[in-house]
């Protein structure tokens, strides 16, 4: 055979365009394989569903055990946009009981969502009834790219305490800004309990990683579930609120705006907060929230705005223990100090009137008779007395300073969200509004007596009498006893110590003891139980006074302590001591003695409403 | 079989002769592929739900009956005398070309391809065995006694007609995948004498072809980049062969320094913000160039310098033809081109098998996520993952060192075929080994270039790794014939 030794060479480039391609292709396999990790995570995207699993969310219940608030399951119409194919959307509606136009809004909805992406699970309607969840879940198989997904709603064994509770909503994109646990669908705590508890009651959400098919179909569970993460349930919270007493109060102030705070002194646990008027809570689940949350945004009465908590009021003579209190201890009066009240304080062309008692008259008739003139000659003995404070600023800054510590001006630190800080003004407050040197304790003399620019929350209203009750000291107000596997924070366990002496603390209760026995609150006077008392009566712009009242019992061991504030409701002691007092009785007795029956059916059937020149349409 | 023969060696058809004869490396070599090839079907085939080996319901299952019987054929292929193949060649080629057109008639439509003949429960690609047979008959061909490719041009008529008319058949059963397969057999006419110009000429073509569909978006001098690159292809090329193929060291030298001038010069003017249009400057400059071969003609009378400017001057034109070229083909195929080259991009469409594969080789990593756990493919991502995309699932479950292993491996059977070619005492033999090579060159590139994305999707498998029995027989006739051939050599020699 001829052999061309020539040709023969060639065997080289064939073998050597082998040789290349093949390193080529070694190489493009090394980039694949080696170099670039996004195929990894796309390969994962593919097969592995990670399917959010919902924790169960803490219970919450009253200080006597009784359940409030817990869990109802709800569904979710959940889908992947990139693995929904073309789908029979008539039936779709059909079962879902929905329109063909309501889709379609929603789908449009989801698209502008700025969360949206086609390859994670989108919300498509939410909160299924029971009945629904059960056509669909059996139609599911038809449609590819859908699931439905669990969630937890609240429900309420109470309908009231709408503002207290708060409620759960769905996250904004703020949200999950602000907190990476939050992913987007989630559900997190709004107003409330709910919101200031939020890390405690929503628990860790678990995640199942589901093995899908290149049809969107579900093939079981990855590892059977080796890789899953179980949710960890919430914990559940022991309120300090009694749930009994809380409705009784909201019962007492239907028709009323404002707010009832009680408080057991020992402990700041707060027994019932009422913010009137409410809501029921109950109106803010499932799908009707948006309707209903936007009534009660555009509601006059403004039920969202929590009064107790967040209204600025007047103090008007509630404030005036806290007076008598600075003036003992900075020793601007003794107990035996008389001041003259001829029908009010007169101070060359200033006069602040006053009602009809003895004159001249001592610290505790003072506060039995609500005097104006005696604490408007205090303040102005003490804010006037340069021999001991060199200026009027000094004085007035060193009463800014006792009052507080006694958790007036600042927040109090309640465990609720949105707490108001009232108002005690400073020194350079007035040298702004006057100037230096132009104000003197006349030019401010109001402040004395609870008005002119001194604001406070019903909560530090209320916080002042349980530390009186406590004879001087007094723990942050808190509203949550126990939290399940855990403890509560230690600033809800440490007391507080108001820059007043303890012994000066006899003297004012006693005086608020003697408003009960014979002075401005004797309807607080109840038969068997020792209550001390002190009325407030505020002038304001909006219209005809505040009536306003606090009040502690027993009164050498103190159980509660009370404060009650109704919105151009008049005389303390036609509003406040009686709705005050059977609020006291309500809860030292479990009862109302029939004798003050009468006083009961008064409160419930008035409104003052009428009076605050709201219109409600 | 008398005791006195069997002690008398070696004789043909003697099975101990052929044993002792037989190259036992392709055998290995075989015997993994194929191997390899049904555990990456039963791993590319397995169900979650219902996994069983045996069962003849699945394609691991099948594809081992396959297996066993294509042992059995090979068996039986190495028993034939090795001459019956060179004596039925063209027989066997006429037999398989009427097979091939009576399966265009009698074939069912199976997605638009009349290719299957459906035999009761079993199917068979005839074009799957019209490969061995067209590589006897070419075999055949080129040992006719005194035959010389480059003698007449009839023999290379001769040579195409063998070659194209499977094609031509393949091509009317809408099998454009396998009729291009018959395209590597350029290989073997170029082992035989074909001049290397025409497979360079070939891959020239190509090239322009890609860089000027490719790059059309930036422009060079006023031209699309992909131009500008073919333009200075060009003028390499163009100085390369006046050095290395004419070998004539003056023209070569002043054909150099005047491209290196001007180009210097365009640059020179590019940097005082003034310039000659693309066309202008590559117009004067190759023009020039040209002019100046044909010029030295006139002294020289070198055939090949006309040669060198016909290909500068050829070249031009198919690249202002390439747009016409480009838009005179069918929609899906510009844009299975334009996929490929990654100009557009079409997750769902088109691309999104190659996408799925990428992703499921990619993801795989350095060792692979393990046998049976490729949730790519178990899941069905990759279509086709059985028959022609199978490489996935290796590259998903066994990573790199798994895709390379079978690289190597094809690369060592390939590159052992070529040796047995080489020292093939016959043409016959070396023809249908170079033949045998070609066939395994083109599946081997095509196929793992299409699952990787480099080549465009060509629907050929991957020899001995995709399911089905008519890929895996024919591979098998290809390759045992081959081994008859060889283990008869040392009979040959001495005869």
């Known amino acids: ?617 | 079989m008398s005791p006195y023969s069997s002690a008398r060696a070696p004789r043909r058809g003697d099975s101990q002769g052929i044993l002792r004869h037989l190259d036992w490396l392709t055998v290995i070599l075989y015997f993994l592929l194929v191997t390899a090839g049904v555990i990456s079907i039963y791993a590319a085939s397995y169900d979650y739900d219902n996994a069983s080996i045996f069962s003849f319901d699945e394609f691991s299952g099948k594809q081992i009956t396959w297996v066993g019987l294509s042992f059995v054929l090979g068996l039986v292929l190495l028993l034939v005398d090795s001459r019956m193949y060179e004596t039925y060649a063209y027989p066997i080629y006429i037999a398989m070309m009427a097979l091939l057109v009576v399966t265009i008639f009698i074939a069912p439509d199976i997605k638009g391809s009349r290719s299957w003949l459906v035999l009761g429960s079993m199917s068979l690609q005839p074009a799957e065995f019209s490969k061995f047979a067209t590589a006897l008959a070419l075999a055949k061909l080129f040992s006719t006694y005194g035959f010389n490719l480059n003698a007449s041009p009839s023999n290379y008529v001769k040579a195409l007609f063998i070659i194209f008319l499977p094609v031509v058949l393949i091509l009317a059963q809408k099998e454009t995948g396998s009729a291009l397969v018959y395209m590597s057999l350029f290989f073997v006419l170029y082992r035989e004498g074909m001049s290397g110009l025409i497979l360079s000429a070939a891959l020239l073509a190509v090239m322009i072809f890609v860089l000027a569909v490719k790059y059309t978006e930036t422009m060079i001098l006023g031209i699309p980049a992909g131009e500008f690159s073919v333009f200075c292809l060009l003028m390499v090329l163009m100085a390369g062969m006046l050095a290395v193929y004419v070998k004539d060291g003056v023209i070569a030298r002043n054909v150099f320094l005047w491209f290196a001038g001007v180009s210097l010069a365009e640059w020179l003017l590019s940097l005082g913000g003034w310039q000659l249009q693309g066309y202008i400057f590559f117009g004067v400059s190759l023009g020039v160039a040209v002019g100046y071969c044909l010029f030295e003609m006139l002294r020289v009378k070198a055939a090949k310098l006309l040669v060198t400017a016909g290909v500068v001057v050829v070249s031009v034109g198919f690249l202002f033809s390439v747009g016409m070229v480009f838009n005179h083909m069918m929609p899906h195929q510009q844009k299975r081109i334009k996929v490929v080259l990654g100009i557009v991009d079409d997750p769902r469409g088109d691309s999104y098998n190659v996408n799925q594969s990428k992703i499921a080789i990619g993801s795989g990593g350095a060792a692979g996520k393990g046998f049976l756990k490729g949730t790519q493919t178990k899941l069905k991502y990759v279509p086709e993952q059985h028959t022609d995309f199978i490489f996935c699932t290796i590259g998903e479950e066994e990573g790199f060192v798994g895709t390379t292993a079978v690289i190597l491996l094809f690369l060592m059977l390939i590159l052992r075929v070529i040796s047995l070619a080489e020292r093939q005492p016959t043409v016959f033999g070396r023809v249908y080994a170079y033949c045998v090579a070609s066939y395994f060159i083109f599946h081997f590139c095509i196929n793992i270039g299409m699952v990787i994305g480099i080549c465009p999707v060509i629907g050929i498998p991957l020899p001995f790794f995709s399911y089905g029995g008519s890929s895996l027989w024919g591979f098998t006739f290809l390759l045992f014939i081959l081994l008859r051939l060889d283990a008869s050599r040392a009979s040959r020699l001495t005869r």
């Open chain 1, 1 to 617: 055979m001829r052999k061309d030794y020539n040709l023969e060479k060639r065997k080289y480039v064939v073998g050597g365009f082998l040789v290349v391609i093949a390193l080529i292709y070694i190489c493009r396999l090394f980039t694949l394989q080696i170099t670039e990790d996004k195929y990894k995570d796309y390969a994962d995207n593919n097969a592995f569903l990670k399917k959010t699993v919902y924790p169960s969310r803490g219970l919450i219940y009253d200080r006597n055990d009784s359940l409030v608030v817990f869990n109802q399951p709800a569904y979710d119409v959940m889908m992947i946009p990139r693995d929904v194919h073309d789908f029979d959307t008539i039936d779709f509606c059909n079962t879902l009981q929905i329109t063909p136009a309501t889709l379609r809004e929603r789908l449009a909805a989801m698209r502008k969502s700025p969360s949206y992406s086609a390859y994670t699970p989108q919300t498509l309607l939410s909160h299924l009834s029971a009945r629904d969840y059960g056509r669909l879940q059996e139609k599911l198989y038809r449609y590819p790219g859908f699931f439905i997904q669990k969630r937890i709603l609240r429900q309420y064994n109470y309908n009231c305490s709408g503002n207290l509770l708060g409620n759960i909503r769905e996250v904004s994109q703020a949200d999950i800004d602000r907190d990476p646990y939050f992913e987007p669908g989630d559900y997190c705590g709004d107003l409330g309990i709910e919101k200031s508890y939020d890390a405690c009651l929503r628990g860790v959400k678990g995640k199942e990683i589901l093995i899908r098919d290149a049809r969107g179909r579900i093939r079981g569970r990855y590892e059977d579930g080796a890789h899953d993460i179980a949710p960890v349930s919430g914990h559940d919270l022991r309120l300090s609120i009694d749930m009994g007493l809380q409705q009784y109060a909201e019962s007492l102030m239907v028709n009323k705006i404002g707010a009832v705070v009680a408080i057991e002194p020992s402990t700041g646990e707060i027994l019932c907060m009422v913010s009137s008027p409410t809501y029921d809570p109950t109106s803010l689940i499932g799908r009707e929230r948006g309707k209903n949350y936007s009534a009660l945004v555009n509601d006059p009465l403004k039920p969202l705005f929590d009064r107790a908590l967040q209204g600025a009021y007047p103090p008007g003579s509630t404030f005036k223990p806290s007076q008598g209190l600075i003036f003992l201890q900075e020793n601007i009066v003794t107990l035996g100090t008389s001041y003259p009240c001829a029908r009010g304080f007169i101070s060359g062309r200033l006069r602040v009137g006053c009602h009809g008692h003895g004159s001249p008259i001592a610290l505790k008739p003072a506060l039995q008779t609500s005097c104006n003139a005696y604490f408007c000659w205090g303040f102005k003995a003490m804010v006037d007395k340069r021999s001991k404070y060199g200026s009027s600023d000094k004085a007035f800054e060193v009463w800014k300073n006792h009052l507080v510590s006694m958790g007036y001006g600042y927040k109090l630190g309640v465990d609720l969200p949105h707490e108001g800080r009232g108002f005690i003004p400073n020194a350079k407050f007035y040298n702004k509004v006057y100037g230096e040197g132009h104000w003197s304790a006349n030019t401010i003399i109001s402040v004395s007596i609870g008005q002119g620019e001194i604001l406070a929350t019903p909560l530090q209203i209320a916080n002042l009498c349980a530390t009186i009750a406590n004879r001087g000291w007094f723990i942050t107000p808190h509203v949550v006893k126990q939290i399940t596997d855990t403890v509560i924070d230690a600033q809800y366990r440490d007391r507080r110590i108001p820059t007043i002496d303890s012994h000066w603390y006899n003297d004012i209760a006693e005086g608020m003891r003697m408003a009960v026995t014979g002075g401005t609150c004797r309807k607080a006077n109840l038969p068997g139980v020792e209550v001390a008392g002190k009325t407030g009566t505020a002038q304001n712009p909006h219209g005809r006074d505040h009536s306003a009242f606090i009040g502690f019992a027993p009164y050498n061991d103190p159980k509660i302590a009370v404060a009650v504030y109704v919105e151009n409701a008049g005389f303390g002691a036609t509003y406040g001591v009686p709705i005050g007092s059977l609020v006291i009785e309500r809860y030292l007795n479990g009862h109302i003695s029939p004798e003050r029956k009468h006083i009961e059916t008064q409160m419930l059937e008035s409104n003052t409403i009428i009076y605050s020149g709201v219109k409600k349409h």
